[in-house]
């Protein structure tokens, strides 16, 4: 019998029955079966890059009060395309005196930094590359990839605004990925598990975003950091350094910087929405996964829009302020918020779900309330000693 | 096939072999007409001074410097938040401690100084 | 199915090329990558020991750990120790740095 | 050969072969890209070893964070890479006798070693990072290795810091 509800577990075993006509054991089309999945997943993850970038620009013309691409094809949709083929023909040009080798590496590894997560991202109960054991540590490691990327570019063009550029972007990147990590680790603490899957179970009754808000916000930022967005895209300030560590760079090789930029900022979507808002779980999923895929889809794509919402409103942040806001105020918050949330959840792991939950938010709150209130002395004491400087000093002190 | 990184093992050749086969095919695909002044190092226009070798700042070492230790500080506290909950109590005020004691760390270079940019 | 002295072999040559590479080179630098080197070709036999003689117990991935702790303590101070000789006298060449002969 | 034997001479070889080229290089950036392939290679025996925790962590702290710094020393320390000079010792043939004679001594060590041709024994059931977790929290394990290490990590912390920011 069919179950449609079922679409992805339906299919899967569709496939492996065929194989199996075809001659192969049970564990050989099991086996193929992975593996056709994880061939197959990496060219759907590099397609979704291309309404992504649509839908962006949408978003971004909307929120600046333009219209956006409207002239190729009904709404501009086939806008992309367009550019496609123009990225396609273009030129390539590697400068003189440019490694190679690694010049052209560089822009691959960038683009499978970012195709790499999407290897544990659970899409449906049944729908996943693979349920690694350390999922999550496998998304920090697949994410030094494109810091890997980001340094072979700036060095191997033989630039030094690009290589400037990249040690900017580094030095961003590598700051920004502790508070990251240690707000990945949060899921991880509340769920018990370090597969995704077991976080997203975890999450059946109540999501980590209400249990853990700071760790969700933090994840926010650092992840938007990660990316090099605005606020945090001083990294390609055109102004200073020219674009960076990309400065070099044309054609597709260009074009693949790019395309990993908007799908490393939708994957971190669709990973926010794994790790805090409940993945694919929702009304109707116990009858028919795979509406699990639709509903991790539009979390992902809530995620994302508040990527770019927070790039059309902040301005460009100064580097001090960049590497101040990390070390200074994220990196100390998740230091403090790590165990002050295991204890309380481990203190109250006998007690019940909701209760439990309460107690945890309101650890966070404290926790910013705290936060706020020294940040707000702080902030004052500021004030007051510019006031003090502003006035001009007393004549005895003027020579 | 029972190996589960054998699927991730794949995956990332599929992933790394992709836009590799995209950029051989821009390049078949693109026009090819190089020339000294086209391959020249890009500064707005202005001629290169030097070579692309520049001083850095030592300051983003100690960014790096802090960032290693933490990084293999989480690493520990990965095991730490898997066990945790299916230990005593006890077992959460470790991991507690090792973060404090790290946070101590990361105090001293906040008082030090190292972590203003200059 | 592989032997457990295939590991050995490899982690054993690993270990030799890095001890090449400490004794042979001359930048600083590059004496650092050898040790790196023959600290993965440690943690290499420690965890094909642990995944054949006795699965059950952590002990070879609880060494290995630690030597990742160790690995990484050791750059950072070795590394932060070159950048200021650097400073000092201009070279990462471990040979003139001979700071007490004056 | 089996098709696990052929990974794992693949996986080797790519290792082997990087680390050669880590220890020739007169490039030093070269050197340091090599070396990085090296340490992926090592992750990756690790995954064929069924260690999953071990292979991301390598990933994560060797690459993400060593070969990082080694880059930013490499960078901060550049002078000395544009010198074409001799990157060896005069005397480099003497290490390399010797780093191949403990190669032999090895070798010869193992093939007399009994018991290194069995297979694996299977996997426990329970999770591998749940046991590392509880090995290293449980007080007659490896707790007090487990809080030194937070102490290490803070001793290199500071002890670096000083070195690096002296000149201020």
Known sequence: MVNLGDFFYTLGMWLQGLLMRAGLNESAARGAFSALVAALLPLIALLTAVPLIWLERKWIARLQDRMGPNRVGPFGLLQVFADMVKIFTKEDITPLGADRVVFALAPVLAVAGVVGLWAVIPFAANAFGVDLNVGVLYLVAAGTLSTLAIMLAGWSANNKYALLGAFRTVAQMISYEVPLVLSLLVPVLLSGSLGLNGIVAAQREVWFVFSAPLAALLFLIASQAEVGRAPFDLLEAESEIVAGFNIEYSGMKFGFFFVGEFLHSFTMGLLGATLFLGGWTGPGVETYPALGAVYIILKGTFVYFLFVWARATFPRIRIDQMLDFNWKLLTPLGLFLIPLLAVVNRGLSESSVWLRNAALLGANVLLAALVLTILGMRGRSARMRAASNATPAPAALRR | ?118 | MVPLSWYLIVAAALFCLGLYGVLARRNSVAILMGIELMLNAVNLNLVAFWRYLEPARMSGQVFAVMVFAVAAAEAAVGLALIISLYRLKRTVVADEADLLRG | MTIAQVIFVVISAVVLVSAVLVVVSRNIVHAALWLILSLFGVAALFAVLEAGFMAVVQVVIYVGAIATLIIFAIMLTRREMREPGQQTHRWWPLPALLAMALFAGLAWLLGSLPGTGAAPPALAGEDPVLLLGQALLSPEQYMLPFEVASVLLLAALVGAIVIAGDSR
């Open chain 2, 1 to 118: 096939m029972d190996n589960a990184w054998s699927v991730v093992g794949i995956f990332m050749i599929v992933a790394i072999v992709l836009p590799g086969a995209a950029l051989i095919m821009a390049r078949l695909l693109g026009p090819k007409k190089p020339s000294p002044i086209k391959q020249q190092t890009y500064e707005c226009g202005v001629e290169t001074v030097g070579e692309s070798w520049v001083q850095f700042k030592a300051q983003y070492y100690v960014y790096a410097l802090a960032f290693v230790v933490f990084d293999v500080e989480v690493v520990f506290l990965y095991p730490w938040a898997r066990a945790y909950g299916q230990l005593p109590l006890f077992a959460t005020l470790e991991g507690a401690l090792f973060i404090l004691i790290l946070a101590v760390g990361l105090l001293y270079v906040w008082r030090k100084g190292a972590l203003e940019w200059q």
